[in-house]
């Protein structure tokens, strides 16, 4: 089965921050999604350098991708350039959260 960036970004859709009740998607936290046959490379950020459940959220989300037919190799790397602001949120989250 061949991986896809639609495929990869769907399984991102069940990785949540646990502070915040948003997948890291619809967050605005998934900067950029690489597919190389089964090789995968993810560009997340935090909501904030700081955040504690940073590795957790990164290990969840290669779990995730991890799951996917076809993966042979995940790579979630932690960006901070561009910080997050709340404009990343998507139309869904911005529902989710009551600031649409």
Do not use: H
Not at 15 to 37: R, S
Not at 48 to 61: L, R, S, T, V
């Amino acid at each position: 089965m061949t991986v896809t960036v639609d495929g990869v970004r769907d399984v991102l859709k069940n990785v949540y921050d646990p502070e915040i009740p948003i997948n890291v998607v619809d967050l605005g936290l998934i900067y950029a999604i690489e597919v190389d046959e089964g090789n995968v490379k993810v560009d997340m950020t935090l909501t904030f350098p700081g955040c504690g459940m940073g590795p957790m959220i990164a290990q969840q989300a290669e779990w995730a991708i991890s799951e996917l037919d076809g993966v042979e190799d995940v790579e979630v790397e932690m960006v901070f350039d561009p910080p997050w602001n709340p404009e990343y949120i998507s139309e869904d989250g911005k529902k989710l959260l009551g600031i649409d």
